[in-house]
């Protein structure tokens, strides 16, 4: 799973990251509220960890700015022990939950857990799961049933971007920025090369049915046969 993290303070910011890169998360990273804004409003990460106070744009603000485009990624504020006022904006805003500053690593890692079971994208075990399709992000290890699908690298990051957006469209912008990232030169036919070797590991255990085609846009990973 990818999560972006968003802290001015640069010792700070290290620190989350490695503690979200400890638990097998992507992250991305921003020091200023506008370009934690930008990242942001991509919708290709499954949390979002972000400090109040930053320079440029509040954390509040960008919160209130995501949920008006109805951009709905799980967030997590980063407060002061004593900013009562700012916890309460910013959950009125739209975050789903806050941590104060100092925090346990633990409660940091307990907390992000709650929200993404609460958003439907793990589950108790903290595995995502589709019909027959379970990965486990914990060791990123991918199966059908009982079987492994035995993915490589980017196959298994699409994969799980699909399974926590399960029933959802994604473009292929999107999925390539959250796969590859912004600024990677692979092709940009990547996507379709991809889609097409996870779709054969899926056929192999004849499930590749769960991976639809929307023509003109991108791709749904659902698991009823009608698509709404």
């Not at 320079?55 to 919160?63: A, D, K, Q, R, T």
Request: hydrophobic share 40%; glycine share 8%.
């Amino acid at each position: 799973m990818r999560v972006l993290v968003v802290e001015d303070d640069p010792d700070l910011l290290r620190i989350v990251r490695a503690i979200f890169e400890g638990e097998g998360f992507l992250t991305d990273a921003a020091e200023t509220g506008d370009d934690g804004y930008y990242g942001a409003e991509q919708a290709i990460h499954d949390l979002i960890v972000l400090d109040v106070m930053l320079p440029g744009m509040s954390g509040v603000e960008i919160v209130k700015r995501l949920r008006a485009r109805s951009i709905l990624t799980p967030v997590i504020l980063l407060t002061a022990k004593d900013a009562v006022e700012d916890r309460v904006a910013g959950l009125d805003a739209g975050a789903d939950d806050y941590v104060t500053k100092p925090f346990a690593v633990s409660e940091l890692l307990a907390r992000s857990r709650a929200v993404l079971r609460r958003r439907g994208t793990i589950d108790q075990e903290g595995e995502l799961t589709c019909g027959a399709i379970r990965l486990v992000p914990a060791d990123r290890t991918a199966f059908c049933g009982e079987a492994p699908l035995n993915l490589t690298t980017k196959e298994y990051e699409l994969l799980e971007y699909f399974l926590c957006n399960t029933g959802r469209i994604l473009t292929r912008e999107q999925i390539y920025d959250r796969v590859w990232g912004f600024e990677s030169g692979a092709s940009n036919t990547a996507v379709e090369v991809y889609v097409y070797h996870l779709r054969k590991k899926l056929a192999a255990q004849e499930a590749d049915a769960y991976l639809r085609t929307v023509r003109g846009i991108g791709y749904m990973f659902k698991e009823d046969s009608h698509v709404q």
